[in-house]
């Protein structure tokens, strides 16, 4: 792509994931309204998709509260750091043989080393509101993360061996032939935990844990500021979801229809898995959370690793 | 009826008799038929310490004013009386105790024979000024700190317009959340150890988890509980100083706001201690139609307990499937009662209305329809593993703790005691009814789960009783003082319409005398012990809500667990406050 | 364009770098040396390493700095933290390891400038970087390896006895 076609395709992209991220707030309360028994926002528009507006002007308009104990600096800066880092994540996401804004020869650990900045927003958030429970989740969200970012990436490893390449587009061109979801169940399975437990979602929404710590990191943030929280979460959603489809699902690979339909239906059904994971499970306990990882996930993806490193060798002998 | 002297010569407890065998008991005759005897304070702490085997549940304490009370036929000169109502467990039933006072005056605590006695003890001292010598903490409890005066004391107003208009003043505001801020100190707690520094973390009183406005003052050491302080009374709205003012009919209403998800249940044992003191039979198609409410009732609370035990230990959905069964169940309380919530619908003597044309239908496709739905919910909440994970071997306690700290209910039933007031002591008709005390072994938060859980299938097993045989004849009972009377022949008879007349306008005069009833409530024991002077209203009207023990072991079970582990404890224990607060 | 681009991030990092040093507010501190560890990472992109760019995002300013970010909550510094800082920002406290700093930056300049060319122009790839590690470098590989077992063996054992001491101070 010409370095013009880049640009208007970024703008194109970036609109398309604030757009998609706020009608996602929208589809995710229809959906686990379906798988609730009830009815979800459905007043506003056809099927209800007006209220994302109505929400959004509430949320615009909200006041602009920063809390005089707060370190003022650090509190406004916290929540814009996971929206810049998430945006930045989907740069080397390979939408389409020809749809993409990067092609590095990093590009698995550029998006793993955005996933990791992005802690800062709820660390710094937590640290910033000068308030306990605040502090409780920012807490609880450093020992998380830093846990499984390292499975996240152990657990990408696999991929890389079979590929040979860090480059995403490499990933997906050597999924011809079979998707990785099936020789590598055991890093994806490792893989969706990690996310998970990244995006802070429920059921791994510790630092956020409503029942326990009323909102964590974000008690003190309202309007704009809270909202940047929000897209930050849906994006981090979107990207993991575009990551499944990429490293173990062959990305936009897929008979008939043409490449870019497909990237998107594949990155929509884990998006309504995501969802669905929230509706079904509840929330593990902080501590079982860090043992279920470095007593289960940690072994699970060393021997994914030896594993997968032993068959590409025998392989190669063959 | 018993006699003073009956009761002093056969039943009167070894407990009660010094070395020499003389009394140290005075008698008295209640309507509830429940051995009372009057003890000299000095004396108090000797015969609580000999009844206790007997009786081993602190079961309620309480204070009256007996200053303006004018029949008090055969009982000692009183300023202030404390009352001590112990339960016990086998066929011995009840015993309780009163401690008369001349102002200004104090009795010994009972703190060291029952730890539930502390809060109890604080409620007397809060509402009376009564002083209990040795108390570890005597401190308010339920009224603001900075509150001037003891409210249920007679002269104490009752109305706000009795008192001057209040003001907010800024320092009175500084000053209230002064006195509002917790000191570890009051409370004995260090502010650090040897190794850390504690975090004090103020949770609630507004707080997603602790089901209303609840406060607790935790004393962190990271996310592990060291020490926890329960700090309640803030959705105290002073219901007991209101019964003294209610007629004894109107009062009704009140009571269903007690416990609020336990609506009509809450007027059983009010309506039933006063038709104790009136002697009034009640017929019965009313006592089943009393007891197949009061059991949809608890359908409906622990519908409650299901859906949002759930969502405390971060489960999304079951509440929403629990809260579209209620739905469905109010709908049936509401083509039978007219209200939802809060029916205020028993009266005394019977209930409001005969039953609406079509109920058993209503009534036979819920019950029919719950059973399939119940064990979809098992599947979907208690099976799973990370509920399971997060409520097995939590918030333990065994039933020797249970009945110290004056635990009832689902969470006694749950450490092993099988012990159903409908059963051991079967009230209002329960004696005619097949079904199962559910228990459970562990005592921990998902034993309580289940506990409560199976309560919901032997509900529906007594509902289906109900409708089965609900019995013809009329709803009401036709004694003079039932409230209000039958009026199919006010225009007749001269006689009956000033008597309806009369009930309706002043309210009925209940006789002079005392009576408590108990129910087997939706939380735990609930009790109305009802004082009459003879008059329109009540003298004094005790509220025993089973919350409020339950509230005051929370220190106990959640030491040294974390914070969601607590969380997890609160939903367990299933509680509103405004049962524990009154 | 490249040699813009590496002088502008050469110069947030040193800025950065030294007002990390000044700030008397941790968490302040804190978020300049992330953003210095950023710019390092874009120079080295731009070095040719795009690898130890990658690494250096992951893991200095994903991973230890956010442990750093930890310790500081845990710490609940506030005020009477700052004041301390302050007082280390007197002449007297660092007057001296300036002094060395400067000295040794005077000879990196110098051996720097003598020899030709600061980079091979080649792309150091994750795979270069692996056969170096396991070819020539195994060794040390192999004992940063054993250093960092006994690091976590030994965290173990000392988180193991203070969890076990407070749960037998409580229970």
């Known amino acids: 792509m010409s370095v013009g076609a880049t ?23 229809r959906l686990l309204g379906i798988w609730q028994d009830r009815y979800g926002p459905n007043r506003l528009g056809p099927f209800g998709i007006l209220q994302v507006l109505a929400d959004m002007l509430k949320l615009l308009t909200k006041h602009d509260w920063v809390p005089p104990f707060s370190d003022k600096v650090v509190f406004i800066f916290a929540p814009t750091a996971i929206v810049v880092a998430m945006m930045l994540g989907f740069a080397v996401v390979p939408f389409s043989p020809e749809l993409y804004i990067l092609d590095i020869n990093i590009g698995l650990l550029f998006f793993l080393g955005m996933t990791s900045l992005a802690v800062y927003s709820v660390l710094l958030g937590g640290l910033a509101s000068n308030n306990k429970y605040a502090l409780l989740g920012g807490l609880r969200s450093a020992a998380q993360m830093v846990s499984y970012e390292v499975f996240m990436g152990l657990s990408l490893m696999g991929v890389v061996m079979l590929t040979g390449s860090f480059s995403l587009r490499d990933i997906v061109e050597a999924q011809r032939d079979g998707w990785y979801c099936i020789p590598q169940a055991l890093g994806l399975y490792v893989f969706i935990i990690a996310g998970i437990a990244e995006s802070h979602r429920l059921p791994f929404d510790l630092p956020e844990a409503e029942h326990e710590l009323t909102a964590g990191f974000h008690t003190e943030y309202g309007g704009m500021k809270f909202t940047m929280f929000m897209l930050g979460e849906y994006c981090g959603l979107i990207l993991l979801s575009c990551m499944i489809t ?42 079982q959370l860090m043992s279920l990882g470095w007593k289960v996930m940690l072994p699970l993806t060393l021997i994914n690793l030896v594993a997968t490193g032993a068959i590409a060798l025998w392989m190669q002998g063959a | 009826m018993q006699t003073a002297a009956a009761i002093k010569n056969n039943e009167m407890p070894d407990a009660l008799l010094n070395q020499s065998g003389e009394a140290l008991g005075v008698a008295q005759v209640t309507a509830d038929h429940t051995p009372t005897y009057w003890v000299a304070a000095k004396d108090l702490h000797q015969v609580m310490r000999g009844l206790k085997p007997q009786f081993p549940m602190l079961y309620d304490l309480f204070g009256i004013d007996e200053r303006h009370r004018t029949q008090r036929p055969g009982q000692p000169a009183a300023d202030f009386s404390v009352v001590y109502h112990l339960l ?22 009972l703190v060291d024979l029952w730890p539930a006695a502390n809060w109890y003890e604080r409620e007397a001292w809060d509402m009376f000024g009564i002083i209990f010598d040795g108390h570890p903490n005597l401190r308010r409890i339920l009224l603001p700190p900075l509150w001037e005066g003891h409210a249920l004391r007679k002269e104490h107003p009752a109305r706000a317009t009795e008192m001057e208009p209040f003001a907010m003043s800024e320092e009175l505001l500084d000053a209230e959340q002064e006195a509002l801020l917790f000191k570890p100190e009051e409370w004995g707690m260090a502010r650090e150890s040897d190794e850390t ?17 609840f406060r607790i003052a935790l004393q962190l050491d990271g996310e592990v509980v060291v020490d926890a302080v329960p700090d309640i009374g803030y959705h105290h709205r002073g219901a007991e100083k209101m019964g003294e003012r209610q007629t004894w009919h109107s009062y009704i209403p009140y009571t269903d706001r007690i416990d609020y998800l336990g609506g009509v249940m809450n007027n059983l044992p009010y309506v039933m201690a006063i038709e104790q003191m009136a002697g009034i039979e009640v017929p019965d198609r009313a006592k089943v139609i009393r007891i197949m409410l009061s059991e949809l009732f608890r359908i409906s609370s622990h519908l409650v307990f299901y859906g949002t035990f759930a969502q405390d230990v971060g489960q999304m959905s079951p509440v929403f499937y629990m809260f579209a069964d209620r739905e469905r169940l109010f709908g049936i309380i509401e083509a039978i009662t007219g209200g939802r919530m809060h029916p205020a619908w028993f009266r005394i003597g019977g209930v409001a209305q005969d039953l609406p044309v079509g109920w058993d239908r209503m009534v036979r496709e819920f019950i029919d329809a719950m059973p399939a739905r119940l064990d979809h919910y098992d599947k979907m909440a208690m099976q799973n593993s990370i509920l399971k994970q997060r409520t097995v071997g939590i918030g333990k306690y065994n039933t020797r703790e249970a009945i110290e700290w004056g635990v009832t209910g689902p969470g006694l039933r749950a450490t092993g005691m099988e012990w159903d007031l409908r059963k051991a002591r079967p009230y209002g008709g329960y004696d005619q009814f097949d079904f199962e005390v559910p228990t459970a072994q562990g005592g921990d938060c998902y034993d309580r789960a289940v506990v409560r859980i199976e309560e919901i299938r032997q509900s529906l097993k007594i509902i289906r009783q109900c409708v089965d045989n609900m019995p013809e004849g009329p709803y009401k009972s036709e004694h003079r003082l039932t409230t209000p009377p039958p009026k199919d022949r006010t225009l007749q008879d001269i006689e009956t319409l000033i008597h309806h007349f009369l009930n309706v306008s002043w309210g009925p ?40 023990p339950h509230l005051q072991m929370i220190p106990l079970i959640s030491r040294g667990l974390m914070i969601p582990d607590l969380i997890a404890i609160i939903a367990s224990i299933d509680f509103v406050m405004a049962d524990v607060d009154r | 364009m490249i040699p813009f681009l590496f002088y502008m991030a050469a110069a947030i990092a040193l800025v950065s770098t030294v007002l990390a040093l000044t700030r008397s507010n941790a968490a302040h501190a804190l978020i300049y040396l992330i953003i210095s560890l950023l710019a390092v990472a874009v120079v080295f992109f731009l070095l040719g390493a795009p690898f130890a760019a990658a690494l250096e995002i992951v893991i200095y300013a994903g991973a230890i700095m956010v442990l750093f970010v930890f310790v500081i909550m845990m710490l609940n510094l506030g005020e009477e933290g700052d004041q301390r800082e302050r007082g280390w920002l007197e002449p007297g406290v660092w007057i001296v390891p300036a002094i060395l700093a400067a000295a040794l930056m005077i000879e990196t300049v110098a051996v720097i400038s003598m020899t030709e060319g600061m980079t091979s122009g080649e792309m150091v790839s994750a795979k270069a970087v692996g056969i170096k590690l396991f070819g020539p470098y195994v060794l040390a590989v192999e004992i940063a390896s054993m250093l960092l077992l006994a690091g976590l063996v030994g965290a173990y054992h000392v ?13």
């Not at chain 1, 703008?11 to 707030?25: D, E, Q």
């Not at chain 1, 990155?267 to 501590?287: K, N, V």
């Not at chain 2, 009576?515 to 735990?524: F, Y």
């Open chain 2, 509 to 548: 005069v209940i006789p002079a005398g005392e009576s408590a009833c108990m129910v087997e409530a939706t939380k735990g024991l609930n009790s109305y012990h009802l004082v009459s002077d003879g008059g329109t209203t009540s003298y004094r009207t005790r509220i025993r809500t089973p919350s409020f």
């Open chain 3, 159 to 171: 988180g193991r006895r203070l969890s076990e001491r407070r749960r037998g101070g409580i229970s």
């Open chain 1, 7 to 29: 640009i208007v395709f970024s703008l194109v992209l970036l609109l398309a994931i604030v757009g998609g991220a706020a009608v996602l707030t929208w589809f995710e309360r």
């Open chain 2, 197 to 213: 520094e504690f975090m004090f973390l103020n949770l609630g009183p507004n707080h997603p988890s602790v089901h209303g406005v």
């Open chain 1, 246 to 287: 990429t490293l173990f699902f062959g990305g936009w690979l897929g008979p008939v229809l043409p490449p870019i339909v497909w990237f998107c239906l594949k990155t929509f059904f884990f998006i309504c898995f995501f969802i669905l994971l929230r509706a079904a499970i509840p929330r593990p306990r902080y501590d």
């Open chain 2, 88 to 109: 016990s467990f086998t066929d011995k039933g009840d015993i309780r105790i009163k401690v008369a006072l001349i102002e200004p005056g104090s009795v010994p605590t």
